[in-house]
């Protein structure tokens, strides 16, 4: 692999033996897919943050480096709120070593930036590269908004925090972006009323399809939230971490693509939505919880409307970033008049506050999809007005 003068001398030990191992660890990675070089990101998201999934052994490792991130670089999201964790249940021991977590990544120069739409506070441009490593963040990079970045693993991530470079391959590539499945819907038209649930299901159902492959969707029409929520279940139910849209997404408008890509001779599936109808199912649940990925703006604007007057009868657990929660109290306020809880920095399927809860309804399909093999519990998809009629019936 090409190395630069500055590489050489993180090699060398110059700037520390940290530095050195994580340079070590973006080589091999990149000696394992063929890189000729590193690049420079401009940011980096760093996942294993939450005590439940990195644990004693993880936390360990993290107290034993010795360096500071040179790019920007943020955080998934952690085990519990790093503020009002006692009100959801969170055992002090849990507590403890969560903070002990964010110590150590403080430590390191990582922002405590939690969460898994850090798109929504971080100012990320088409053709960026990247190295972010939580799944439906590092789908909507890629597709949405056309940045460039693999799904990166704790680790990786971390190195490129402190390296301030990843290896060259896979998505960094244009020309290993290009589409080698396509998948449309039986009746297109279906598609104009959905909502994000629906896109979920959809993904939920298409992740298992495309597996590790790069869909092109044809026929259907979505903003930016019912986007989030398709490549959020792809990313959970397969490993796709790039996906295109028809006359949408920005790499499917581009020359390159129109000229480097057809639709001729690809592998090519239908979903009914016959199919997508049947992920809905109806059954009692225990509590209510969304925001996996994390609430938009639009998403705390409709939730705090449809609560408007009610109040849940069931735990209803609502997950935000800590920045987008500040920068709209007036919803936050408005939705927890209801006596449901706001919650920042963690969600649904890393927090153990979940464990408890037996059964859970959720508008997403990502936690749909999650929710048993991580937490134990039995998952209801609905749409998010289904969440509130069920909270509050």
Known sequence: MELDRSDEEILSGEYGETRRVMLEILIALGKVYGAERLIPVSSVQVSGASYKTIGDAGLEWLN????????????????MPRDDWRDMGIEDHFAKKQEEIL??????????SCTCTPYYHNIVSYGDHLAWSESSAVAF????????????GGPSALASALIGKTPEYGLHIMKNRLPDLVIGVDDPSATKDWGPAEFGALGYIAGKEAGNRIPYFRGIRGNRDRLKALGAAMAATGAVALFHVEDITPE????????????EGKESI???????EAVFSDCEVNAVAVGCPHLSEDELRTLAGLLSGK????????FASKEMIDEHEDLVGKIEASGAHVYADTCMV???????????????????????????????????EECVRVATE
């Not at 480096?65 to 943020?74: E, I, Y």
């Not at 499917?252 to 057809?262: D, E, G, I, Q, Y």
Request: with cysteine; net charge positive.
């Open 64 to 79: 034993g480096l010795d360096a500071r991130a040179v790019v920007p670089a943020f955080l998934n999201p952690i085990g």
């Open 103 to 112: 110590d150590a990544y403080r430590r390191l120069g990582i922002s405590l």
């Open 141 to 152: 990079a890629n597709s949405v908004l056309g940045a460039r970045t693999n799904r990166e």
């Open 252 to 263: 499917a408008r581009v020359p390159f693509f129109k000229n480097s890509f057809s639709i």
């Open 270 to 276: 239908t979903i009914p939505v016959s199919d997508v």
């Open 311 to 318: 109040k849940v009868k069931k735990e209803f657990f609502v």
């Open 350 to 384: 890393v927090s153990p506050a979940t464990d408890r809860l037996g059964s859970v309804m959720t508008n997403s399909g990502k936690a749909f999809s999650y929710l048993p093999a991580m937490c134990g519990v039995i998952p209801r998809l609905g749409t998010i």
